[in-house]
């Protein structure tokens, strides 16, 4: 994953690199580093753990130069350390790196066999040696196209040079790079996001490009080292500059303004005078299109599993779901009638964009849903679908889940009234019984008081169980992995009917069970499951709106939501499993925003 940024200025660039490195550290956060070049002398600073730590070595220390690198490091080979943070270099050069070297220990192998010495375990250090080899008669730019050639797997890169005093080489293959240009300055940077304070005027690096990059000029060349131009694009303002407010941590923030998301992206796609929603330019004929494939990662793969009983209700269509790390490597029968739809918060996970290039090469028609619109998945697809839910720091994907399962819903209505396959009135119901949501998940969020008093119950316990049925397993799975990622508590998502096929094995006295049963049609299943896991010890927390009384015996807490139409369940049932994670992790201690061992964007394989 890590995050890069480069910057050449007539002024020194140690500052906003410092501020560059903390909008990336959603992708990384174990270590970080910099090197900026003053007079032929490179200055190395680099540190385990956060930016800030970086910062406060520098305020020590300063670095001197008005052109640098910077990176935050999430690790995949070797700890992260000191040693192993980036940037990685020499006596002639300095390389930060995001992505994996796979030909790392063969390189390494014939550099050794060549006297050469490493200092860290990392892959990056390769293209470091392999690069001081090629300066020793070639300049910069056919020294790092020299070099791109021997590396197999994936990167991006941002490269210094001790001899030139003025220049910054950036490559892309595989994973995300950004210029951007300005006045007596220019950047690259793993995203736009990074550069936004600096600049609005960005280019993206296509899989094959290098950049390089002075002050005051940037020139491209492709993989075939001919020189090319580039669009340059300008941002859109930031509306919702990512500030956490008077909350205590980004998560917080982002459950708790997500009525707001609701709102906002109903408000951009339905039309509330006719109460239509507004998709245009389907990538395919509605009509013929006989299948839609899902496919995500993570949270945005839960959505995709809840969209698959959206599709199936409404809609005739066969629906797949796929996870998209599996999907890449399948021998998958493409099909020119089905829709491949490509869903990620960040647009930049390296497994869907790698599961969309696959689509494209299999000339079928892709469309994604991402929050971030600059992204290389919202490039790559033929159709794209913002979900518009803003900036979302906090590592585990709350409000862009909202959005997702949004966008998703008004999808697969929308394709059944094109398709004739729903009531015009009863789409039109759905679509007033959608407006309501923002004021309904308002109420979910009154939960709070309630799930904080239940939080204490998982401190102690060996693990937990999430259960539910139809729409609400995947609203389970959700809750496990919110659970899981932010507490490190152990926890398991589980179709409540598959509980006699094994785990029920697990449950013994007092294992929370937190049981997700919505008033539809799998309810009375639902709770006849519930009653099999009391009847062993199991300590329930039900989560329901079938307000009956009776249905909270022997349960031991209930959070009653308020009702809602039966297929807009899953919306609502979700919030407590975040506040539940939340609560349970806040009272553990836990970084809530960085949980240990991961990273906002997953760029790596
Ligand atoms: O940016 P993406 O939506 O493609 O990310 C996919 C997953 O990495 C992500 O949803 C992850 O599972 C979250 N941290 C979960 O909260």
């Not at 800030?52 to 992260?80: C, D, M, N, Y």
């Not at 033929?382 to 518009?388: E, G, N, R, S």
Request: net charge positive; with cysteine.
């Amino acid at each position: 994953m890590c995050g890069i940024i480069g910057i050449a200025s007539n002024k020194s660039v140690s500052s906003n690199i410092i501020n560059s490195l903390k909008k990336l550290e959603y992708r990384g956060y174990d270590s970080a580093g910099l090197a900026t070049l003053k007079n032929n002398v490179i200055n190395e600073k680099k540190c385990s753990g956060r930016v800030e730590q970086l910062e406060k070595i520098l305020f020590k220390t300063p670095a001197e130069g008005s052109l640098g690198i910077g990176h935050v490091r999430w690790a995949t080979h070797g700890i992260p350390n000191e040693i192993n943070a980036h940037p990685h270099s020499t006596e002639v050069v300095s390389v930060v790196h995001n992505g994996i070297i796979e030909n790392s220990s063969d390189l390494k192998r014939s550099l050794e066999n060549k006297g050469k010495k490493f200092k860290s375990q990392t892959d990056t250090e390769v293209i470091t040696l392999l690069l001081a080899e090629e300066l020793k008669n070639k300049k910069p730019l056919e020294a790092v196209q020299d070099t791109l050639v021997k590396l197999k797997g994936s990167f991006a890169l941002g490269i210094i040079f001790k001899n030139f005093n003025n220049i910054i080489i950036g490559a892309r293959r595989g994973s995300p790079l950004a210029v951007g240009y300005s006045k007596n300055e220019n950047y690259i940077g793993s995203d736009s996001y990074a550069l936004k304070s600096m600049t609005n005027k960005i280019s993206y690096l296509e899989d094959g490009d290098v950049c390089i990059l002075t002050k005051d000029s940037v020139e491209f060349y492709d993989s075939n080292k001919k020189k090319i131009n580039k669009k340059v694009l300008i941002l859109s303002e930031d509306k919702n500059i990512a500030q956490k407010g008077d909350y205590k941590n980004f998560m917080s923030k982002e459950i708790f303004e997500q009525p707001i998301t609701a709102k906002n992206c109903i408000n951009e796609y339905i039309d509330k005078s006719r109460d239509e929603i507004n998709f245009y330019n389907f990538p395919l004929n509605p009509k013929t299109v006989n299948k839609v494939v899902l496919i995500g990662c993570g949270t945005a793969y839960h959505s995709c599993l809840v969209a698959k009983y959206w599709f199936e209700e409404f809609t005739s269509l066969s629906v797949e779901t796929d996870i998209a790390s599996e999907f890449r490597y399948r021998s998958i029968k493409f099909s020119k009638d089905c829709l491949y739809l490509f869903v990620s918060q960040s647009g930049e996970t390296a497994d869907t964009s790698a599961a969309l290039d696959l689509c494209k090469k299999n000339k079928v028609k892709t469309c994604s849903i991402v929050n971030v619109v600059e992204s290389s998945i919202a490039r790559n697809a033929d159709w794209v679908l913002p979900i518009h839910a803003g900036p979302e720091i906090g590592v585990a994907s709350t409000k862009a889940f909202l959005g997702q399962m949004l966008l998703l819903y008004m999808l697969s209505i929308k394709l059944a009234d094109l398709r004739n396959e729903i009531d015009k009135k009863e789409y039109q119901t759905k679509i007033s019984d959608l407006k309501k949501l923002p004021n309904l998940l308002e109420k979910c969020l009154k939960s709070e008081e309630k799930i904080q008093f239940v939080a204490k119950d998982f401190l102690n316990s060996k693990g937990s169980m999430f259960l539910g049925r139809g729409f609400s397993f995947p609203i389970a799975l959700e809750g496990a992995l919110k659970l899981k990622e932010l507490s490190y508590l152990h926890a398991e998502g589980y179709p409540a009917g598959e509980m006699k096929h094994g785990p029920l094995a697990l449950i013994e006295d007092g294992l929370p069970v937190i049981v997700v049963a919505p008033n539809d049609k799998y309810f009375h299943k639902t709770l006849s499951n519930m009653q099999e896991v009391i009847a062993r010890g199991g300590k329930i927390l039900l989560i329901t709106n079938n307000n009956d009384s009776v249905i909270s015996e022997n349960v031991r807490f209930t959070i009653n939501l308020p009702s809602i139409e039966k297929s807009l369940s899953p919306f609502l049932s979700t919030i407590p499993l975040q506040l539940l994670a939340y609560h349970v992790a806040l009272l553990k201690k836990c970084d809530i925003d960085k949980p240990r061992n991961l990273a906002k964007s997953v760029t790596v394989e």
